[in-house]
């Protein structure tokens, strides 16, 4: 199948010339009409996902064809870090006329094609959503839309338009060399499963690679599944610690379930940071209320939400909205879970 090859909205033309029928029986699929063949439904209905086509419904009289809302698509709102992100977003569009509505896909590729499709059917200014992994249907659909397009939170690869965010490895790495100036020699990873959440791949990879300059490597890891929780991070923390009890330092792939394995140390009277190190990732405000701070990396939250908006909304770069590369870098906050020297 050849796809158009000009940067626009696709048409029901372009889906008919593509599977080889009529424009009015695309039409009649598209609106789940009965009067066509299994047949030639499946074959328009491939065409249409293979394009990235989306039904335009907004009105036809609407001489835009475009409404003032801007889709903002993320992983979760359960887990703290995208709230501040959705906090950038708002505030930077505050006095542009355009409208953020947020979707959610639970770190589903299914979710987030399905959320994608419906928000764009309604023919948005602009899309952002978070990370540079999606499924080929999503692809389609967003090189195809015509809009701008922000991808966030992750800078590690290939952008479909514009992208603003961190690297990740590089924050993997940066506290692999945390780690190793401290001295610390028996380390283990607690993060999530890795297929779902490509940014704390991204970050144990660089883990990986900044401890190997150092002689070092990952003596134990401890995955879990579902979302981040104190809790979690209290079960992960003493299934791991029963398992290696020689590990001197653990690094968890956020905030959350770090703060649930320091607070689960404290109780068992580990001697934090003197014997076992601790660090998580993002950077979240409640670690300032925890008996020790927890060693984190700032992930730029909030900015990365403002000029993703930014971009959307033309205010940014001399006015440019398409094409732009915004890397941020992360901070290190060392706290008070990991050695001085």
Sequence with gaps: MTKPDIRRPLTLRDVSEAC??????????????????????????????????VPNKIAGGL????????????????NMVFPEVLGGISAALEDTGLQPVFGVTNYSAEREESVLYEMLSWRPSGVILAGLEHSPASHA????????????????????????????????????????????????????????DHRARKRMEGLTEGLAEHGLELAETEFYSGGSALAKGREMTEAILKRAPDLDFLYYSNDMIGAGGLIWCLEQGLDVPGKLGLAGFNGLEFLDGLPKRLAT?????????????????????????GGLRVELTPTLQPGDTIRQR
Excluded: W
């Design 20 to 53: 080889g029928v009529s424009e009015m029986t695309v039409s009649r699929v598209l609106r789940n009409r009965d009067d066509v063949s299994p047949p030639t439904r499946e074959k328009v209905l491939a065409a249409a996902r293979e394009l990235g086509y």
């Design 63 to 78: 001489a835009s064809q475009r409404v003032n809302l801007v889709a903002v698509i993320v992983p979760s709102l359960s």
């Design 297 to 321: 990396i700032d992930a730029c939250r909030r900015e990365i939400g403002e000029r993703a908006a930014q971009i959307i909304a033309g205010k940014g770069m001399d006015g440019v909205i």
């Design 141 to 196: 659909m967003l090189e195809s839309a015509g809009i701008p397009v922000v991808e966030i939170m992750d800078v590690d690869g290939t952008a479909i338009d514009s992208v603003v965010g961190i690297s990740h490895r590089a924050a993997g790495r940066q506290m692999a060399e945390a780690i190793a100036a401290a001295g610390y020699r028996r380390i283990g990873f607690l993060g999530t499963k890795m297929p779902d």
